[in-house]
């Protein structure tokens, strides 16, 4: 059994664990290092900067943005040789459908 009283141990562990986060933060903030985080043998999470992550939500929305305009091109290229009167009776058709 340990002669160290267990509060100071663990007051000890926590100072030491804040101390890590910190250098691991400011290399994710100011070196823009990322980190994966690993539960077991499984990687879980990133930390990465928020300038990265920025970046990432902007490529994200450029894919979206990227899929939904061929998506659209497609319907355009499929439906260009309907009248307007023939794409009213499907949009008709397909809200008896829906309700």
Do not use: C, H, W
């Amino acid at each position: 059994m340990s002669s160290v009283p267990q509060s100071f141990s663990q007051g000890k562990e926590s100072a030491v664990a804040q101390i890590l986060f910190r250098k691991v933060f400011d290399e994710v903030t100011q070196e823009s290092t990322p980190y994966i985080l690993i539960r077991g043998s499984r990687p879980e999470a990133a930390l990465i900067s928020y300038t990265d992550f920025e970046q990432f939500q902007a490529l994200r929305q450029q894919a979206i943005r990227q899929k939904f305009g061929q998506l659209l091109d497609r319907m355009e290229a499929t439906n260009a040789e309907l009248s307007d009167a023939e794409i009213a009776g499907e949009v008709a058709a397909a809200r008896a459908e829906v309700g």
